[in-house]
């Protein structure tokens, strides 16, 4: 018997998922709690994954009328609409996707979940493959998902940690919390139009705490935070130095799309390519301009900070004393 289908809110007001796959995890987290209906319809960006058993997964579609053709994909020219089919000896390896405004409908066999778990060429896992489709309906809405940790600090205004992975981030708002009283608005994954910041409050951190406290008071970590502007932008880095430096816009724009698209990388999607060959309104050159455009409004408006440490145990104390040093602008 199959699992009823639930709705979950990935980032309030912006990104819902409804799905009979408990438990799915991909670029937004896993599913929290399951959210009420109303949650779900009022995100501007919502996918509904259904998965089947591998024989239904084109039942209701029209096959033939994929005639597009690219590797293993098929798509219908001019339409939103991609399939995929591969066998592995006996097993098929199968999915469906179409993007209807802003609606991801997404059907992946059984096997596909269960055996494509890494990127493997042009093969991706499906959680990759919605995560890309959902990057760039963002993008096409003024708005970008965001490599990169953000705290709400206790005296006022918001901060954005921007590093490579490994560098510290999440420990660095763990840090800002407990040590100064800041709120965590993201650790992780974060959505930016160039000056406000959504987080997606169910990726690791959020994940790990959700049912103990983050202080250990037994509290839940507050995980529906509104949207923040963005005071300061804090590029966080290793060396062999102690330094905090001003980098001009241009620099932190470099920065921020390097981390960006390192660790997030959606225009490298073999699906969206395939769709982006058959339909140019799903431009994945355009969404990279898009992408240039909303980071530079947030390097040009944002208060701009390069730390550099030894040890990242030391990147709170520095941004909390940045800060102190500079009232905050406020948050809206």
Request: aromatic share 10%; glycine share 10%; net charge positive.
């Amino acid at each position: 018997m199959g699992h009823p289908f639930e709705s979950y809110v990935h980032v309030p007001g912006l990104v819902g998922i409804k799905t009979n796959f408990p438990g799915f995890r991909w670029g937004f987290g896993v599913c929290g709690s399951p959210a009420p209906e109303a949650a779900y319809e009022a995100c501007k960006l919502k996918v509904l994954l259904d998965v089947r058993r591998d024989r239904e997964v084109f039942s209701g579609a029209d096959p033939a009328a994929f005639t597009g053709v690219f590797r293993d994909f098929k798509a219908i020219p001019q339409g939103k609409a991609v399939l995929f089919e591969k066998k592995i000896g006996p097993v098929p390896l199968r999915f469906l996707v179409s993007v209807e405004g802003g609606l991801v409908r997404a059907v992946v066999g059984r096997s596909y979940l269960r055996l494509i778990k890494l990127k493997l060429m042009y093969i991706h896992p499906i959680a990759y493959v919605l995560f890309d489709l959902v990057s760039l309906l963002l993008l096409r809405q003024g708005m970008t998902t965001l490599y990169g940790a953000a705290a709400l600090l206790r005296e006022g205004g918001a901060v954005f940690c921007a590093a490579a992975p490994n560098t510290g981030k999440s420990l660095t708002v763990l840090q800002l919390q407990n040590k100064y009283g800041a709120g965590i608005l993201a650790e992780d994954m974060a959505v930016t139009d160039g000056e406000r910041l959504w987080g997606a409050p169910y990726t690791g951190l959020y994940r790990n705490y959700h049912d103990k406290s983050l202080r250990g008071t037994g509290e839940k970590p507050e995980t529906e935070l509104p949207p923040q502007r963005i005071d300061a932008v804090f590029l966080l880095q290793k060396g062999a130095r102690d330094r905090v430096l001003e980098p001009e816009p241009e620099e932190l724009l470099h920065q921020l799309l390097l981390i960006n698209r390192y660790s997030l990388g959606y225009y490298y999607s073999p699906c969206l390519r395939v769709l982006d060959y058959y339909n140019r309104e799903l431009d994945v050159q355009a969404a990279q301009e898009a992408e240039a455009r909303i980071l530079g409004e947030l390097a040009g408006k944002a208060r701009r900070m390069l730390v550099e440490r030894r040890n990242s145990l030391e990147f709170a104390p520095a941004i909390q004393a940045s800060m102190a040093e500079e009232p905050p602008r406020g948050v809206s």
